[in-house]
């Protein structure tokens, strides 16, 4: 059974940035795609970002595209999601999860997921 457990969420001001990290544990991290969702209070969640498990691939939804970078280290078992240019709309509670499948992922299926960390942004 795998258990991520995601840090770096807080408050910054609009035009900030909040590096994301999401440890995983239990399991074989390099066998599935990482990614990345948030959900925003009163709204469903949604997905963020997709990295495949070799880092050849990344994905990212409009609403963050040019903006956010997702990566991973699988030697140290992390995935990141460096957050540029924030605004206020950004503000949500973030999760990391794993599939075993990138395409799976950005359905927004996922086999695992963390507790999530909070962002929020202020104007």
């Known amino acids: 059974q795998v258990q991520l457990l995601e840090s770096g969420g807080g408050l910054v001001q609009a035009g900030g940035s909040l590096r994301l990290s999401c440890i995983a544990s239990?399991?074989?991290?390099?066998?599935?795609?990482a990614g990345w969702f948030r959900q925003a209070p009163g709204k469903e969640r949604e997905y963020v970002a997709a990295?495949?498990?070799?880092?050849?691939?990344?994905y990212y939804s409009d609403s963050v595209k040019g903006r956010f970078t997702i990566s991973r280290e699988n030697a140290k078992n992390r995935v990141a999601l460096q957050m540029n240019s924030l605004k206020p709309d950004d503000t949500a509670v973030y999760y990391c999860?794993?599939?075993?499948?990138?395409?799976?992922?950005?359905?927004?299926?996922?086999?695992?997921w963390g507790q999530g960390t909070q962002v929020t942004v202020s104007s």
């Open positions: 239990g399991g074989t991290f390099s066998n599935y795609a």
């Open positions: 999860a794993l599939s075993a499948a990138t395409p799976s992922l950005r359905s927004g299926a996922a086999q695992y």
């Open positions: 990295i495949n498990w070799s880092s050849s691939a990344t």
